[in-house]
Nanobody
Framework: VQLQASGGGFVQAGGSLRLSCTAS???????RGWFRQAPGKELEFVAA????????YYGDSMKDRFTISRDNAENTLYLQMNSLKPDDTAVYYC??????????????WGQGTQVTVSS
């Protein structure tokens, strides 16, 4: 199974982006999530969603601005990012695994998509 993330780009502060993550085939994992890594920083949890029920969980600095969602029929994960800040600049990764904020609980990873927010 491969996860393909897309939708990153260059945006000014205050703008919005929508990331997508499509799986190459159907597979069974309880949850999918988004993580990000800024230059020189550790991987950071962004959000996760229970694939069947739709329960969501956010990192503290994202929950008022970001929305994670999924389309089960299309096997696609989304991350709507609003009110973007320069601190949101990072490579964003989608992942599949257990419903957790810990990257160790995810065993499928996409290749990452770059998000750059200018001030």
């Amino acid at each position: 199974v491969q996860l393909q993330a897309s939708g990153g780009g260059f945006v000014q502060a205050g703008g919005s982006l929508r990331l997508s993550c499509t799986a190459s085939s159907t597979f069974s994992r309880a949850a999918r999530g988004w993580f990000r890594q800024a230059p020189g920083k550790e991987l950071e949890f962004v959000a996760a969603i229970v694939w069947s029920a739709g329960n969501t969980y956010y990192g503290d600095s994202m929950k008022d601005r970001f929305t994670i969602s999924r389309d089960n029929a299309e096997n696609t994960l989304y991350l709507q990012m609003n009110s973007l800040k320069p601190d949101d600049t990072a490579v964003y990764y989608c992942a599949a695994g257990a419903y957790s904020s810990s990257s160790d609980r995810y065993d499928y990873w996409g290749q990452g998509t770059q998000v750059t927010v200018s001030s």
